[in-house]
């Protein structure tokens, strides 16, 4: 069984930066790729950014491209969010996920995910 577990998440103003980390515990943990996703209230959950855990190729949503920075460590187990010059539509509950088979945007795709964090950007 992987657990995913977040972290970093808070109240930022407009502007301001955080970093989100994602710890990875399991017996086998060995994922394809990792991927935040993003929840406002009332709306779908959302991909943010994801990583192949083998090579590190990266994909960003539109909405985080040249703001967001997702990294790696795999001798941690560890996914790391950079968020700079958050905007207050940033706001939204932060997930993390893993997905053993493939690198999608589709939340279907991902076979495990941690309780998320909160992320509140002020104006």
């Known amino acids: 069984q992987v657990q995913l577990v977040e972290s970093g998440g808070g109240l930022v103003q407009a502007g301001g930066s955080l970093r989100l980390s994602c710890a990875a515990s399991?017996?086998?943990?060995?994922?394809?790729?990792m991927g935040w996703f993003r929840q406002a209230p009332g709306k779908e959950r959302m991909f943010v950014a994801s990583?192949?855990?083998?090579?590190?190729?990266?994909e960003y949503a539109d909405s985080g491209k040249g703001r967001f920075t997702i990294s790696r460590d795999n001798a941690k187990n560890t996914v790391y969010l950079q968020m700079n010059s958050l905007k207050p539509e940033d706001t939204a509950v932060y997930y993390c996920?893993?997905?053993?088979?493939?690198?999608?945007?589709?939340?279907?795709?991902?076979?495990?995910w941690g309780q998320g964090t909160q992320v509140t950007v002020s104006s």
């Open positions: 996920a893993a997905s053993s088979t493939i690198a999608t945007m589709r939340t279907t795709t991902y076979d495990y």
């Open positions: 399991g017996r086998t943990f060995s994922p394809y790729v």
């Open positions: 990583i192949r855990w083998s090579g590190g190729v990266t």
